[in-house]
């Protein structure tokens, strides 16, 4: 028997899947999140602002789009889950097993992303109630809470549970239903946040830092950095978006949604920098990287601000929405496999994966500034070990995976991705030549490897 006909290729529709606008809406909202918001500011600024933004714009572009078009036709070619799909279509059950590794991934950064997103639904809750308005601390206000223990693993546990209770809900009443009424709401504060941004009195310096090239300061590592955070941030290499792809149904173009995801993202990260810059140079707080800018530099930068009390629980409305609807798509990786694997119901696979994140978790939580600070292995916090060893380890790995599999392996990928036949044979050649080399440099520049 050929090696093809060996292969189990689905064409079924899904059961429950994706309408169209509520696939483009689900993904872009899965690959906007807290990477967007603090982690692209603090990149940018310290590398040269304009020119690593049109560093990160060429990687999102070069290698981000291919990628994520290859993530979403394996799903749907494969109707499977993360791991199964892989199988499905090459009819070798070590890819399935390769396949495992980007399910293990979204389990791990869930768990500390879930953390994150905790701390998001505290100070939403919290700007509400005057907490911008009155005079505080913030950086002790925001070490308090984490120090306590018991805050950020209840505000956690809360983000689970809400997680849990969408994914639980499926695709269309759950995931979709989700994203469609909360991805409107967070474009609107948004636009309300930036036209604020624009007219604060030290927009234009604000401006001129994130947008004013500097390229003396890129380095070999900022190539680098871009290219890691353009991963990141189309939550690439994790099974998201195969996951995502085997709910599509074979009308839809696959084409248009990268696109429209990748579009969405770079938008979302240059709006962020147009609020976050004029924001903090009209206040005199320069801009840091980390928990630090969203959750000590910008409270008191609301503080400052008329109507800085409603103007700051909409951003942080706005940061918990952006981590919730990418905490959904996470989430999901696992559970899609379990039900598949194990022939579990949706809500029993929920409710035991949350089960799971929020038991690794747990110890991030305490973990990152929390009473567990002072325990490092390796020089690293149980919260850091979970952030780098997904981060900088399985999601390249799952990344190269991809572009091996849809570069080599699957012959039919570049039909499945409806490519006429030049942009097939382009795609193919960053598949199979440009994504793999630039994901190992990334690999070994991260494992520490490779020195620049
Ligand atoms: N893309 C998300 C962000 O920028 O915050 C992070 C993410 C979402 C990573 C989903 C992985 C994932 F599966």
Not at 230 to 244: K, N, Q, R
Not at 346 to 365: D, E, F, N, S, W
């Amino acid at each position: 028997m050929s090696k093809l006909s060996k292969a189990k290729v689905q064409t079924a529709e899904p059961a429950d899947g994706f309408s169209k606008s509520g696939f483009i809406l689900s993904a872009i909202g899965s690959s906007v999140g807290l990477g967007n918001m603090w982690r692209f500011p603090y990149l940018t600024s310290g590398n040269g602002g304009a020119a690593f933004f049109l560093l990160f714009i060429i990687c999102l572009l070069v290698i981000g789009l291919p990628l994520l078009l290859a993530e979403l036709s394996i799903g749907r070619g494969g109707r499977g889950n993360a791991a199964s799909s892989f199988q499905n279509l090459s009819g070798k059950k070590a890819w399935g097993l390769f396949g495992l590794i980007s399910v293990f991934g979204s389990v791990i950064i869930m768990s500390f992303y879930g953390v994150v997103t905790g701390w998001t639904l505290y100070y939403t809750v919290r700007s509400f109630s005057g907490f911008l308005s009155r005079q505080t601390a913030y950086a002790e206000t925001f070490r308090a809470f984490t120090g306590s223990g018991y805050g950020p693993v209840f505000w956690q546990l809360a983000a689970m549970a809400l997680t849990c209770w969408v994914v639980a809900r499926g695709i269309s009443g759950g995931i979709e239903k989700f994203n469609k009424v909360l991805i409107p709401g967070l474009v609107v504060a948004l636009l309300v946040l930036l036209v604020n941004g624009l007219t604060l009195s030290g927009a234009k310096e604000g401006i001129e830092y994130f947008l004013k090239p500097d390229f003396s300061k890129l380095t070999p590592e900022s190539a680098l950095l871009a290219l890691g955070h353009a991963f990141f941030s189309l939550s690439l290499g994790m099974g998201t978006m195969v996951t995502y792809g085997a709910y599509v149904n074979k009308r839809q173009s696959l084409k248009t949604a990268s696109f429209a995801v990748v579009g969405g993202d770079l938008l979302y990260a240059l709006i962020a920098g147009l609020i976050i810059f004029p924001t903090s140079f009209t206040y005199g707080l320069q801009s840091e990287g980390g928990p630090g800018l969203v959750f000590i530099v910008l409270p008191a930068a609301f503080h400052a601000m008329p109507f800085g009390s409603v103007l700051g629980g909409l951003f942080f409305i706005l940061l918990a929405i952006a981590a919730l609807t990418s905490a959904v798509s996470m989430l999901e990786v696992p559970v899609a496999y379990a039900i598949e694997k194990w022939r579990w119901s949706r809500t029993k696979a929920a409710v035991l994966t949350t089960a799971v994140c929020v038991c690794l978790g747990i110890p991030a939580a305490l973990s990152a500034e929390g009473p567990w600070k002072g325990y490092v292995w390796l020089g690293r916090t149980f919260f850091d070990w979970l952030d780098y060893s997904a981060s900088n380890i399985l999601l390249p790995f799952g990344g190269l995976l991809v572009t091996l599999f849809a570069g080599y392996v699957w012959k039919h990928a570049a039909e499945e991705a409806e490519l006429r036949p030049l942009w097939g044979r382009i795609w193919r050649f960053v598949l199979r030549y440009l994504a793999p080399v630039v994901i190992v440099l990334i690999f070994l520049y991260s494992a520490g490897i490779l020195k620049l």
